[in-house]
T-cell receptor, first 114, second 114 residues
Framework: GAVVSQHPSRVICKSGTSVKIECRSL??????MFWYRQFPKQSLMLMAT?????????EQGVEKDKFLINHASLTLSTLTVTSAHPEDSSFYIC??????????FGSGTRLTVV | AQKVTQAQTEISVVEKEDVTLDCVYE???????LFWYKQPPSGELVFLIR????DEQNEISGRYSWNFQKSTSSFNFTITASQVVDSAVYFC???????????WGAGTKLIIKP
């Protein structure tokens, strides 16, 4: 499958600041990437589908202005948590789907907002 | 509507015991894929298996085996001779046809005691 690199793996930020998370597809040109959020002891929740060169598709209940997604190239998608608050603290994971190979996930980013 | 149910929230066994994790799914599509992922405490999702709806053959990979039964809409996962390193949360997931979105089960936390 594809190799996906996610950075940073862990970030602590102050309330009110913005945090950018990068997801890179290292060996595959991904027109589509997925962003998930996972609260402690819960399953993954799809936040949005990132589309290269166009706007992301957000799931119901996910604030577009809060979670900015940019997929400017076939190998990079970024998720920016704007004006972060403690309730945004979570584990964020990106994913790439490659036909006939299935899904590959980044290693995740643990965000803590203090 | 599509759905994945993992009824077992947590399972605890002693090392070397066999353990089966249940997964029941719902879908109206005739073409779909089923997955199992392992999520150790580090958070990274580890791909275990993908099975398409037309392949009901059971699969064995070392100590891992999977039983796919369309008649009961189940895709159960068995670990034989469990080891402490098998301790993790295991997720079952479903994707339908050409839809890239994954439908996730709630996960089963597996604890293997030494």
């Amino acid at each position: 499958g594809a190799v996906v690199s996610q950075h940073p793996s862990r970030v602590i930020c102050k309330s009110g600041t913005s945090v950018k998370i990068e997801c890179r597809s290292l060996d595959f040109q991904a027109t589509t990437m997925f962003w998930y959020r996972q609260f402690p002891k819960q399953s993954l929740m799809l936040m949005a589908t990132s589309n290269e060169g166009s706007k992301a598709t957000y799931e119901q209940g996910v604030e577009k202005d809060k979670f900015l997604i940019n997929h400017a190239s076939l190998t990079l998608s970024t998720l920016t948590v704007t004006s972060a608050h403690p309730e945004d603290s979570s584990f964020y994971i990106c994913s790439v789907c490659r036909t006939n190979y299935g899904y590959t996930f980044g290693s995740g980013t643990r965000l803590t907002v203090v | 509507a599509q759905k994945v149910t993992q009824a077992q929230t947590e399972i605890s066994v002693v090392e070397k015991e066999d353990v089966t994790l249940d997964c029941v799914y719902e879908t109206r599509d005739t073409t779909y894929y089923l997955f199992w992922y392992k999520q150790p405490p580090s958070g990274e999702l580890v791909f275990l298996i993908r099975r398409n709806s037309f392949d009901e053959q059971n699969e064995i990979s070392g100590r891992y085996s999977w039983n796919f039964q369309k008649s009961t809409s189940s895709f159960n996962f068995t670990i034989t001779a469990s080891q402490v390193v098998d301790s993790a949360v295991y997720f079952c997931a479903l994707s339908e046809g050409s839809n890239y979105q994954l439908i996730w089960g709630a996960g089963t936390k597996l604890i293997i005691k030494p």
